[in-house]
T-cell receptor, first 116, second 112 residues
């Protein structure tokens, strides 16, 4: 009954490699997000897709490329990995913007990426 | 732009102690306010929320009241348990905005 799932849970790789993280949600939501959590637990949004369209693209190196094949999936591909990319990456989803204001987001369990 | 300032941790308490985590915000519009909790090794879970001034969110014994006059959304629990040990994040989402802006997180450890 997992609402938002991510694979893999752990990813250890060498500098310079290319890797992907996958995210799927079964909540029927139309908006999905990628967040990065650094070693101090600080969370920052990276990207957001609404109905497969990119709507948020924060200041993120272009080595990071999100792809949304459909509303239920949002993948993150990272080229030429660097040491500073080591973090926990969280996927989240929400159902658009509520009439009452604001969005309530549901998070996946996270992918811990370690770049050696 | 929107921002959230949260009380810095870590916070260490004994079981049954009173917990307060301060949170203040800056927003251009009329934000919704949230508290998320992250248990060790897990993703974030919504703990409670409030969508307009004077609303009180509550869940699992935690409460927070949306105070527009002081731009605050402080989290409180009257009697904490060891199972409440986690990182707590205050967040806001402005009306018409898709993204959540998070505070820095407060690590809470409850000792038996």
């Amino acid at each position: 009954d997992t609402a938002v799932s991510q694979t893999p849970k752990y990813l250890v790789t060498q500098m310079g490699n290319d890797k992907s993280i996958k995210c799927e949600q079964n909540l029927g939501h139309d908006t999905m997000y990628w967040y990065k959590q650094d070693s101090k637990k600080f969370l920052k949004i990276m990207f957001s897709y609404n109905n497969k369209e990119l709507i948020i693209n924060e200041t993120v190196p272009n080595r990071f490329s999100p792809k949304s094949p459909d509303k239920a999936h949002l993948n993150l591909h990272i080229n030429s990995l660097e040491l500073g990319d080591s973090a926990v990456y969280f996927c989240a989803s929400s159902q658009g913007i509520r009439a009452s204001g604001g969005t309530e987001q549901f998070f996946g369990p996270g992918t811990r990426l370690t770049v050696l | 732009g929107d921002s959230v300032t949260q009380m810095e941790g870590p916070v260490t308490l004994s079981e049954e102690a009173f917990l307060t985590i301060n949170c203040t915000y800056t927003a251009t519009g009329y934000p919704s306010l949230f508290w998320y909790v992250q248990y060790p090794g897990e993703g974030l879970q919504l703990l409670l929320k409030a969508t307009k001034a004077d609303d009180k969110g509550s869940n699992k014994g935690f409460e927070a009241t949306y105070r527009k006059e002081t731009t605050s959304f402080h989290l409180e629990k009257g009697s904490v348990q060891v199972s409440d040990s986690a990182v707590y994040f205050c967040a806001l989402s402005d009306r018409g905005d898709y993204k959540l802006s998070f505070g820095a997180g407060t690590t809470v450890t409850v000792r038996a």
